[in-house]
T-cell receptor, first 114, second 113 residues
Framework: KAGVTQTPRYLIKTRGQQVTLSCSPI?????VSWYQQTPGQGLQFLFE???????NKGNFPGRFSGRQFSNSRSEMNVSTLELGDSALYLC?????????????FGPGTRLTVT | SQQGEEDPQALSIQEGENATMNCSYK?????LQWYRQNSGRGLVHLIL?????REKHSGRLRVTLDTSKKSSSLLITASRAADTASYFC?????????????FGGGTRLMVKP
């Protein structure tokens, strides 16, 4: 089975721009979660989508949004980029949503905002 | 904010030695998971221990969970240079009905050949 794929792997954007990141989960997985990893804040949960619905949301401003398509692929969007948005963005897929679900992470998208 | 704190933040050992990493968390949990990350890449799931379990083994990995102390430990036995990575604990809060994980700050393990 193919693993979780994320595109693009690397991205450089300028302050004020917007960016869209994509995540394709493992075949058959219906839950996709997004995390931001920075040296200062560590790994922080952004949001989770399950069956095209946002299930959970972390403590991030409204500039961060996401969606999930009927084939379970997910995108996250960051508008009006700030320097502090520079981070590794990881998505994780899981068979379903709920306690004790093993999550499989993709390689991440490294976003640099200049 | 991070649910867990990991100790130590960095650990350097010789190949063949055992490595122990500790994780403490703040709220009641459904389960606790350990992940490994190599050089800022994706996370690899290592082991999941449920709140009603006290110990779990997987190959050279041994995880313990003490819910009364809100702490867990990960032991890697007979370490290898390939074990060099950052290790994170992640908790699934008891009130959460989804897949929201809260990660600790991680332990950077270096295994010298």
């Amino acid at each position: 089975k193919a693993g979780v794929t994320q595109t693009p792997r690397y991205l450089i954007k300028t302050r004020g721009q917007q960016v869209t990141l994509s995540c394709s989960p493992i075949s058959g997985h219906r839950s996709v979660s997004w995390y931001q990893q920075t040296p200062g804040q560590g790994l922080q949960f952004l949001f989770e989508y399950f069956s095209e619905t946002q299930r959970n949301k972390g403590n991030f401003p409204g500039r961060f949004s996401g969606r999930q398509f009927s084939n379970s692929r997910s995108e996250m969007n960051v508008s009006t980029l700030e320097l502090g948005d520079s981070a590794l963005y990881l998505c994780a897929s899981s068979l379903s949503s709920g306690a004790a679900n093993e999550q499989y992470f993709g390689p991440g998208t490294r976003l640099t905002v200049t | 904010s991070q649910q867990g704190e990991e100790d130590p933040q960095a650990l350097s050992i010789q190949e063949g030695e055992n490595a122990t990493m500790n994780c403490s968390y703040k709220t009641s949990i459904n389960n606790l998971q350990w992940y490994r990350q190599n050089s800022g890449r994706g996370l690899v799931h290592l082991i999941l221990i449920r709140s009603n379990e006290r110990e779990k083994h997987s190959g050279r990995l041994r995880v313990t969970l003490d819910t009364s102390k809100k702490s867990s430990s990960l032991l890697i036995t007979a370490s290898r240079a390939a074990d060099t990575a950052s290790y994170f604990c992640a908790t699934d809060p008891h009130t959460n009905a989804g897949n929201m994980l809260t990660f600790g700050g991680g332990t950077r393990l270096m295994v010298k050949p």
